[in-house]
């Protein structure tokens, strides 16, 4: 296996039972301004990529995917140093591509398009056109990789940096889980950028229909999913 394009790209591996993550009562969080237009890569690869997924997507998909963002780069900068100290750029790239690709699966159109679930139908739907914009093959496969696992919690075993991330930060958006990784604040901050538009409800619709179109989807392995997502209290303020 290649050695090269290994941190910089979030692959490191970290423990899927999260033990690197910081306690409620040893996570330190700060009100960050988490200034969008500040902390979003600008680089050609994830301009051709928003381009392409903001055409994708509706707009309350849209919006998720740039607040899991906002959320991944707070928890990275404020408790996962280490990750970004050789290649801030290039990592936060990869976050971004991640970001924008997660839910590519869900819409209509490329749940439809397939009997894969939609985490698998989008980790390969973004290696592909990742590569056809120019992002480099170990870059798109971290991505693909991440895109696959992140709804793939669990006690054994290892998962990528990235795909880690991914983790945290989508269930800290949809479900409100581990709300101490994140500051109020910055909660507040980032749903006045992108509005959350009644996302709880939303989100609980669309694995709902992703259930109900593939009874055998990766989906159904999360008990009490969609209503963990609808009762979403700690997102309840900012729907």
Not at 7 to 17: C, K, L, M, Q, S
Not at 187 to 209: G, M, N, Y
Request: net charge negative; charged share 20%; glycine share 6%.
């Amino acid at each position: 296996m290649p050695k090269q394009h290994t941190e910089e790209f979030g692959w490191p591996a970290v423990p899927r039972n999260r033990s690197n993550i910081p306690s409620e009562a040893s996570a330190k969080t700060t009100p960050v301004d988490a200034n969008f237009t500040e902390i979003w890569p600008r680089t050609d690869v994830v301009k051709k990529a928003q381009e392409h997924v903001k055409a994708a997507l509706p707009e309350e998909t849209y919006n998720h995917s740039l607040r899991v963002y906002c959320y991944g780069h707070t928890m990275v900068t404020q408790h996962f140093t280490s990750w970004v100290a050789s290649a801030r750029e290039e990592f936060f790239e990869t976050w971004a591509l991640t970001c924008l690709f997660h839910d590519i699966g869900t819409t209509p159109e490329n749940r439809n398009d397939t009997h894969m679930s939609f985490e698998f139908q989008g980790g390969f739907i973004a290696l592909q056109q990742l590569q056809a914009f120019g992002a480099a093959k170990a870059q798109a496969e971290s991505v693909c990789e991440a895109i696959v696992r992140h709804q793939d919690p669990g006690e054994t075993g290892t998962i990528s940096r990235m795909g880690q991330l991914v983790q945290i930060a989508t269930e800290f958006d949809n479900m409100g889980w581990q709300p101490h990784l994140v500051h109020q604040d910055v909660i507040k901050r980032v749903a006045e950028q992108h509005p959350r538009l009644q996302w709880s409800s939303c989100f609980s619709a669309a694995i709902k229909a992703e259930i109900e179109d593939k009874p055998w989807c990766h989906t159904t392995v999360l008990e009490g999913f969609a209503e963990d997502a609808a009762g979403n209290k700690l997102m309840a303020p900012y729907e």
